[in-house]
């Protein structure tokens, strides 16, 4: 995104919060609009990351942050569109795609751009879950 995979330092989280900024500053979308955008991201982030990994022949290279802004809008979709929201999906997103718990972990070993994505939405996923139900919670 923007040339953001060659960040020096962290590449992920500041595509990540780039990301969230982006969605924070503009209209919030309805729900129709995220999953289509979630769609297309995601089958282009397929194609694009998969081709990338062959080509500089890594698995998962650093550069390639769209699987980050695809599991960054999973994670906001659940969430207000506020600021509280959004900063609420940007931390818990980070977390569960730095430590990649559960099944999670597992996903990166799908074959190509599958794998390359799949780990970043099931953490978008999960930290849009969570961090939806403790707004609920603690009336966010």
């Known amino acids: 995104m923007l ?24 209209p919030g979308p309805a729900l129709f609009w995220k999953l289509f955008g979630v769609g297309l991201v995601t089958l282009a982030g397929v194609f694009v990351s998969g081709r990338a990994s062959t080509e500089l022949g890594q698995q998962d290279p650093s550069c390639v942050v769209i699987d980050e802004v695809a599991g960054q809008m999973v994670a906001l979709s659940f969430l207000p569109h506020t600021g509280a929201g959004v900063l609420v999906g940007f931390l818990l997103f980070r977390l569960f795609d730095i430590w990649k718990p559960w099944l999670i972990a597992d996903l990166e070993r799908l074959p190509g751009g599958f794998g390359i994505m799949a780990d970043d939405l099931a953490a978008g996923l999960v930290a849009g879950i969570l961090g939806a139900l403790s707004l609920i919670a603690f009336g966010g």
């Open 3 to 26: 040339g953001l995979g060659y960040f020096p330092y962290g590449p992920g989280t500041i595509t990540s919060l780039a990301t969230a900024l982006v969605w924070l500053f503009l």
